[in-house]
Every structure is written in C-alpha cells, then in structure tokens.
C-alpha cells in the first residue's frame, strides 16, 4: 500500500544531533519540508556514502525550508560513536535519529522483518507532515541526494499553485501544466 498522500504517524525516538542527544516525535516533521532518509545500519559501506552526499546538499535543502532527518536501527549512542570515528559521518550537521525498536522503519513501511533493518527509503514530507515523495533503493544501490532538490522544489510548487502540475524534469521556472479536458490526448 502507498503511503503517498498519508500522515507521518506518531512516534518518539532518540536521535543525535550536533554533540547533543535530543528527542524527536511526529511533530517535528511539521511546520516545514522533511526529507527522512532511512538506511541499513552504521558502520557499514554505502551508508557512509549516501549521508555524507545528504550533508553536502543540506545547505540547499535548508535554503529551500528543508530539515533533513537520517534514521537507522542503530540507537543514538551509536550514531554518536560512528559521528565521532567517521570522517564522512562527522560532518553531518542533520539529525540522525536511532530506531532500534523498529517503530519508524515499521511506520514508513521499509522495514526488512528477517534482517532486522531498513530499506534505503527517501521520504519527502510536506509542512502538514503527509508524505509527497517516496524513493526505495535495494541495500546495494545507493542513493544521489541532489536529485532531491529538484523533486522538492516541485512539490512545493505544486502545493503553492493548486491545479498546476509539473511535468517529467521540471526545472524551477518552467512550464507546468493545467490538466484539463483541453489536454487529454494533446500531450
């Protein structure tokens, strides 16, 4: 079942974030754009990779009201060491929120019951906390962040003018679409 068009459900979790470990529920992936970023495990080989590529465009990410959340099975002490060891990890300025109970993995729909783990999930979810986007990766494939910026500079037109929609490789500035009787079968 998608879960496009659905509200983040509740949840609190543990998570580091910039040498503190703070609390994160549902709530905090409101008020703004949310890019949640779910990966197998730290201390592995292509995660390492993805976030410190997601810490390069969190900047643009948070020009466009963007907060960028990763999430893995591991508890928020172990991001914390793997922030502390790593020198792709201890760059990251976002929040790694640790999920060893499952219970996002499970609410986003990417848990992988017999590994104990996450699916690669990217998920872009709207001011009101209802996912807009969902990307799922196998374990092996990793995932190119900078494909997020243009993916959700749409959405946010979208929401910002009802009625258009934007068409395969939008750009900022270019020509939407006004779906209408007037189209169908003109495209």
Known sequence: MSLIGKEVQPFTAQA??????????EQDL???????????ADFTFVCPTELEDLQEQY???QELGVEVFSVSRDSHFTHKAWHDTSDAISKIT????????????????????????????????????????????????GRDASTLINKIKAAQYVRNNPGE????????????????????GKI
Request: hydrophobic share 40%; with cysteine.
């Open 16 to 25: 580091y974030l910039n040498g503190k470990f703070v609390e994160v529920t």
């Open 30 to 40: 409101k008020g703004h754009w949310s890019v949640v970023c779910f990966y197998p």
């Open 94 to 141: 976002y929040t790694m929120i640790g999920d060893p109970a499952h219970v996002l993995s499970r609410n986003f729909d990417v848990y992988i019951e017999e590994l104990g783990q996450a699916d690669r999930g990217t998920f872009i979810i709207d001011p009101d906390g209802v996912i807009q986007a969902v990307e799922i990766n196998a374990d092996g494939i």
């Open 165 to 184: 929609v934007c068409p395969a490789k939008w750009k900022e500035g270019g020509e939407t679409l006004k779906p209408s009787l007037d189209l169908v």
């Open 59 to 61: 900047p643009a990410l």
